[in-house]
């Protein structure tokens, strides 16, 4: 897809973890973030689960007299 | 703890999604050698599908019955169009030899349904009217190009030798924005397409993982044919990104695509914001659609390109999730200027400028560089400050992103055509 090269230009709240909390609306910058974070450790796993069944799939087919 | 986690996940995404990136911008930079075979004399097929597109096709035409390519026909698909689109194919049929253009008019309730219908109906009518009859269909090579499509004039030079190659399902060619210096918003069109094309594109014929666009897709017939349905269905599916498809399904059936770097088709840019996210959302929409071919490919193709293919259709997902960021940048940039007005100094620490300058924008320079390579003219800096521009365009994506997410679950499937200029 063509907007894949946004992917790696994103712009984060990298200094999130050190701002002070004093800082109105951070819950929430915090929050947006956290659900971005807790979604990809959601797509990591989906990709685990993934790329296992495609081994799957390649050792049963080499396997497989041609 | 858990907090913490979260919110360094939400980096990795862009740390993982950057060294993509860069692995790509390193694999496109080799050399690419091509398997050979004897060369054989090929007929081009040039499939337009039209709807109501009378104020460009006659310039395409115009381009395509003038390539120096010996054996060649054009095919107008007219896919009940309303306005004078028949009537132009009609004009082209009587200026050029006979056999050279082609017109088929499809009509309600027929038509309509889609581009990839339309095309299927197109190659149907080539069949059924014996106009392929005297060919193999291994020689034949058809090629799909939009009604506003201007290809160079080198193009089947430039693409006849990737079919060399037996194994050669499809080969796509550069796409270009032929309006690009009317508008900044035409240029950065232009730049997405050639960044994609000049690094994604090509990078992924080592992986053998690239991708059939819906403009400059040339395919050989005998591929085609391959993925002919059991009960007769046309090759394109009736998703809205049908070349996506079809690229995979190539891929799944044992066929190589190639990307061709030395010849584009320009097309014409969007020059509406609200427009380009319509067409992005559309694009989007088949992405999201295109996640059935996800057991195609853990089941037919090779690991490596599987992998690619897999993260390839999975990137919609990436997108929405990424949406996030830049929001909470926002809000917290938002919330430091008030705080630091409320406690009358700066909260904003030199951490929250430089790391995500760094995260976000070290691409715009090998963007830049790659955009120059096109684009002589423009100078390194002038590209510098447009890659960094480039950056933030691609936030398009997360308005079309949400918008295509929004019509994929009221179940709206209608082709949001973009009006021509």
Known sequence: MYGKPVLGTVLPTAGLMAAPQVIPGLPYAEGLQEAAGAGFLLYVATAIAMLSLKLWFHLRNSGEPS | MITEILLWSAIAIIVMAGCYNTTLF???????????????????????????????LGESLARITALPAGNFMALVIDDASDDGTAAIARAAIQRNPPGKVHLLQRHLPNARKGKGAALNAGIRHLREGGLLADYDPSEVIVCVVDADGRLDQHVVQAVDPY?????????????????????????????????????????????????????????????????????????????????????????????VNQHCTHAAVSQQAVLDVKRLVRQR?????????????VPLILREVPTRPAVDLLYH??????????????????????????????????????????????LSFTAAYLYAFVYTR????????????????FILYGYIWFAAGWWGLWRMLTGKQTWLKTART
């Not at chain 2, 096109?374 to 390194?380: A, D």
Request: charged content about 20%; some cysteine; overall charge positive.
């Open chain 2, 26 to 56: 390193i694999l496109s930079r080799r050399r690419m050698r091509r398997g050979r075979g004897p060369r054989r004399p090929r007929l081009y097929v040039f499939l337009l599908a039209c709807l109501n597109e009378e104020r460009v």
């Open chain 2, 163 to 255: 079919f060399d190659d037996p194994r050669t399902g499809g080969t796509q060619i550069g796409v270009r924005m032929y309006n690009r210096d009317k508008s900044t918003l035409a240029r950065l069109q232009d730049m997405e397409f050639v960044i994609y094309g000049d690094i994604f594109q090509s990078a992924r014929r080592y992986i053998g993982s690239v991708g059939m666009g819906g403009n400059g897709q040339f395919m050989r017939l005998a591929a085609l044919d391959s993925l002919l349905g059991p009960d007769g269905a046309g090759p394109w599916s009736d998703s809205l990104t049908e070349d996506l498809d079809l690229g995979v399904r190539l891929i799944a059936r044992g066929w």
């Open chain 2, 281 to 293: 959302s559309r694009w989007f929409q088949g992405h999201l659609q295109s996640a059935g071919l």
């Open chain 2, 313 to 358: 259709l999975s990137s919609p997902v990436l997108i929405l999730l990424t949406s996030l960021l830049p929001l909470a940048f926002l809000v917290a940039v938002g919330g430091a200027v008030v705080g630091s007005v409320q406690a009358g100094y700066p909260l904003i620490s030199p951490s929250w400028v430089v790391g995500p300058y760094i």
């Open chain 2, 374 to 389: 096109r684009e002589k003219n423009l100078g390194l800096l002038r590209a510098i400050l447009l890659s960094h521009l």
